[in-house]
């Protein structure tokens, strides 16, 4: 690489790593399980509100949603195109949506072929 | 010590002295791959630092129908990626130029002793997606299999190649450009 560290840059680096769990492992056992139990719970409350409430949101929702979704639907069956030269193309029968292919299309369609990419490089570089 | 080695010791409860054995192999490995992300010693010191408590505190659930190498190297993958990930947000919060800034550090590194083609590669890399410039360090710096890349990143073999050729092309277009 052509970077370099300070002197002595990893040595140091890992006694700091050891000091760091050296402290972590020496936490009273007790004090971890308490503060673990804490956090425990409050995530445990939090969850609990969030759901209450979602819940509540939604079965006051349902019925509102239900009548916009009958009314979207007969909304958009009318705009739905139901000409076929509007989906095909005339002259070659493919599906408008397929006809623009990038390069990269082409690279990821031939090397998941099974050509390596070595050859592609070669291909490419010429 | 192989990894094998060090989680018998781990499993036998010399755990701190597994751990020591662990940090002193893979100190430098996961420093270089680190940094190649970050281009800055300090950032990469302290993304170093995090890792290693996380491989700490993650090891009693390793499971060992996984390599502990790649194990090791997708967490400290996880902690580049999501440091990328935060710098991003913050320059498109902020307007910056987040990868003007990367040349920047690439040029004002004191720690950078390469040549001109080397400050160019770097600055090149800098510019792909990054997919493809973690396949590419992978890969091209770190020299890792397809299958070893895949199992550290969770992307099949086909996309990876597909990756890393891009990648190529698109360095060597940069390259040129200067040489």
Redesign the interface.
Known sequence: ??????DG??DE??R???A???T??RTPARERTVSHILLRLTTAAAMLAAVVTGTLSITRDRHLQKEQMLNDTFFYTELMPNDMDILYEESSYGYVADSDLSD?DI??YL??SGIP?EQ??EF?DE | MSDREIMRMYRSGAR?RA??AL??NY??RL??HI?RFTCS?EDT?DL??DT??KI??ALPSFREDAQLFTWIYRIATNEALNFLRKKKIRATIAFEDILGEMEKRIDS?P?????AI??QL?KAIQKLPTKQRLVFNLRY?DELKYEEISEITGITT??L??S???A??KIKAELEKYF
């Open positions: 690489m052509p970077f370099s560290v300070p840059y990893f680096m890992q700091q790593v050891m760091g769990i050296g972590a492992a990269e690279i990821d090397i998941y990419v592609l490089n490419y | 701190e751990f020591e940090v002193s100190r430098e420093y270089w940094r010693h010191d170093l630092q290693f408590a700490w505190a590194d720690h950078f002793n390469g040549d080397q400050r770097h710096f086909g996309s190649k597909a890393y050729h891009h190529y092309n």
